[in-house]
């Protein structure tokens, strides 16, 4: 399983999130296999490029990343993952991966701008993997952020399906990382504070459009709900309101570095196995 330019027949899962959440780390471990936290895992830097790899799981979707199914002789189902940078100002290289081409937003610029990914690339979208690390949102100082970016990713695949276009949907997994680490927040708390977070973001958007002067009766039907995440008009916003729009989103923890200090990355393969 060596590193590959893609090849856009094979069904894609891309890896998306902050700078330093661990999609580099977690490529790398399931392209080799469990690292130990002195080796290669802890030695990546920060990505600038998107980069993918061949990777693939049993016909029945049960085999771990441990497995080398070539050796077992086993029916295989192939797929690309792949990584992009984290890093706010490379952050279209991700989006651009997400949005159907032509979803078009109401200015007529396309949503992500930029590089949209032709048609071939989008068809075989099969789920999305947005890495958060939950050590980090433990101080609340990279939640914002975290959240920010976060949005970006669930608005785009809103969009794919409220565009009216036949999209298939497409699930987030949002992976939360470094639970080896006893200063990482439990999946549970960094679900419901990104939930209340990306609540707050839509709340001072939405605040943003009545503050520009734009009034109801300027925007064509639809136009007003361009930027609003989940069910239009609720307080609350929690990840079951992107189910509206065929996105479901998971919140599972693990953690790459760190075998047997944490729940490690088996759940995250099984939850990618099954999208394939
Ligand atoms: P960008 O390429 O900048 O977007 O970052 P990235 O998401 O690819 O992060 P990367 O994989 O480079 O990991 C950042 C750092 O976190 C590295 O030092 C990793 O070794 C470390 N790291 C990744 N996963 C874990 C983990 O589960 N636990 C701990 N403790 N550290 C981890
Ligand atoms: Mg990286």
Redesign the pocket.
């Known amino acids: 399983l060596s590193a590959t330019t893609p090849y856009t027949t094979l069904p894609s899962v891309v890896?998306v999130?902050?700078?330093?959440?661990?999609?580099?780390?977690?490529?790398?471990l399931f392209e080799r296999g469990p690292l130990s936290?002195s080796s290669s895992?802890?030695?990546?830097?920060?990505?600038q490029t998107p980069s993918s790899i061949e990777l693939s799981v049993s016909a029945n979707s049960t085999s771990s990343f441990r497995d080398d199914l070539d050796a077992t002789g086993s029916a295989a189902k192939k797929f690309l993952l792949v990584?992009?940078?984290?890093?706010a100002k490379l952050r279209r290289h991700a989006l651009s991966r997400l949005t159907a081409s032509g979803t078009k937003h109401a200015n007529g610029s396309i949503a992500g701008s930029g590089t949209a990914a032709p048609p071939s690339t989008l068809a075989k979208l099969k789920a999305v993997v947005f890495?958060v690390?939950a050590?980090a949102l433990a101080d609340g100082d990279a939640l914002p952020s975290t959240a920010e970016y976060l949005y970006e990713v669930l608005l785009a695949l809103q969009k794919r399906v409220a565009g009216g276009k036949k999209a298939a949907p497409v699930p987030v997994l949002v992976a939360a990382?470094?639970?080896?680490?006893f200063t990482a927040l439990p999946a549970a708390l960094v679900k419901s504070n990104l939930e209340m977070e990306l609540g707050r973001i839509r709340k001072t958007r939405s605040k943003g459009l009545l503050d520009s002067g734009v009034g109801a009766d300027d925007l064509a039907a639809g136009e007003e709900t361009d930027d609003w995440l989940g069910e239009y008009g609720s307080d609350k916003f929690t990840f079951k309101q992107m189910l509206e729009f065929d996105v479901e989103v998971d919140v599972i923890g693990?953690?790459?570095?760190?075998e047997g200090e944490?729940p490690g990355a088996d759940k995250w393969w099984r939850w990618i196995a099954e999208k394939i």
């Open positions: 890896l999130g902050p700078s330093g959440a661990g999609k580099t780390a977690l490529l790398t936290s895992a802890a030695a990546t830097h920060t990505s990584d992009t940078p984290g890093h890495m690390d050590a990382n470094k639970l080896d680490l693990g953690n790459v570095v760190g944490g």
